[in-house]
């Protein structure tokens, strides 16, 4: 072989490793993106039951309660 074809080889070489990096990296943004969905969607659900909590203890009278003794 001579020294161009030795060259082509390397380059090829090399951009074959490059793609295989680019798809394992792809594969890990695509993971990541799924349990930051997934964290997304539990906040919400967490937010959404602290609103409703909230609204429950703001709308009970705390007077018009029995104590817990009763």
Known sequence: MNELEDKI???ETKLAFAEESIEQLNDVIVSQQKVLDKLTRQ???L???IEDE???WQQ???VDE???HY
Do not use: G, Y
């Open 9 to 11: 080889i390397e380059i």
């Open 60 to 62: 009970t009278n705390p």
């Open 66 to 68: 029995t104590p817990p």
């Open 43 to 45: 906040i919400q659900l």
């Open 47 to 49: 937010d959404k039951k």
């Open 54 to 56: 909230s609204q429950h």
